[in-house]
């Protein structure tokens, strides 16, 4: 059962862009939305979180959007750098700190 | 800080065979969780403790995986015996008792491949 959609699956992006990754969840019961970044041989290690009382959370040239009445939310990577090559994975994070996650996007960014 | 070690960091066995993993987290964290990251996906919890006791296991497949924490510390998982669909990174992750996302910290994982 997917309680979550991850979009896109893999997305190229130039140096100094910005990069998008989308996820869309089914059920509304979860205390936080993070973005977690995962490089090769290594756990993923979180890269912000939000909670669903807020609409926007800017950390640094990272920023979440939240839209609670869509059931979406989004991550954006400004001014993108070869070192942000990795795969992102959104998630739900219950009460109980249970994490489900989407099925990731690897991001490759050119120098 | 210390991170989550996990040891083994690599694993290949024979399908069958039984195999265990060891996972010791920050210290003070109560909180433990092992997921199972197939190739391609993200991860899917396995099981999580509260200090010694079990919070969740729904997800594991209790015919051929196991897990304890004995003293609230220290966790292994084992799995007997393996199957081919086993191969995957299973990680370990920790957290403070009542936390925010943001105390929550992976190991690097094991690298199970089943042959």
């Known amino acids: 059962q997917q309680q979550v959609k991850q979009s896109p699956q893999s997305l190229i992006v130039q140096k100094g862009g910005i990069s998008i990754i989308n996820c869309a969840y089914e059920n509304t019961a979860f205390d936080y939305f993070p973005w977690y970044q995962q490089f090769p041989g290594k756990g993923p290690a979180l890269l912000i979180a939000?909670?669903?009382?807020?609409s926007e959370k800017k950390e640094g040239r990272f920023t979440i959007s939240f839209n609670k009445s869509a059931k979406q939310f989004s991550l954006h990577i400004m001014d993108s750098q070869p070192g942000d090559s990795a795969t992102y994975f959104c998630a739900l994070e219950s009460n109980t700190g249970k994490l489900i996650f989407g099925q990731g996007t690897t991001l490759q960014v050119k120098p | 800080e210390a991170g989550v070690a996990q040891s083994p960091r690599y694993k290949i066995i024979e399908k069958r065979q039984s195999v265990a993993f060891w996972c010791n987290p920050i210290?003070?964290?109560?909180?433990l969780y092992w997921y199972q990251q197939i190739l391609g996906q993200g991860p899917k919890l396995l099981i999580q403790?509260?200090?010694?006791?079990?919070?969740?296991d729904s997800q594991l497949p209790k015919d051929r995986f196991s897990a304890e924490r004995l003293k609230g510390v220290d966790s292994t998982l084992k799995i007997q015996p393996a199957k081919l669909e086993d191969s995957a990174v299973y990680l370990c992750a920790s957290r403070p008792v009542r936390q925010s996302s943001y105390g929550y910290t992976f190991g690097s994982g094991t690298r199970l491949t089943v042959v």
């Open positions: 210290s003070g964290h109560a909180t």
């Open positions: 403790f509260q200090n010694n006791g079990v919070v969740d």
């Open positions: 939000i909670r669903p009382d807020v």
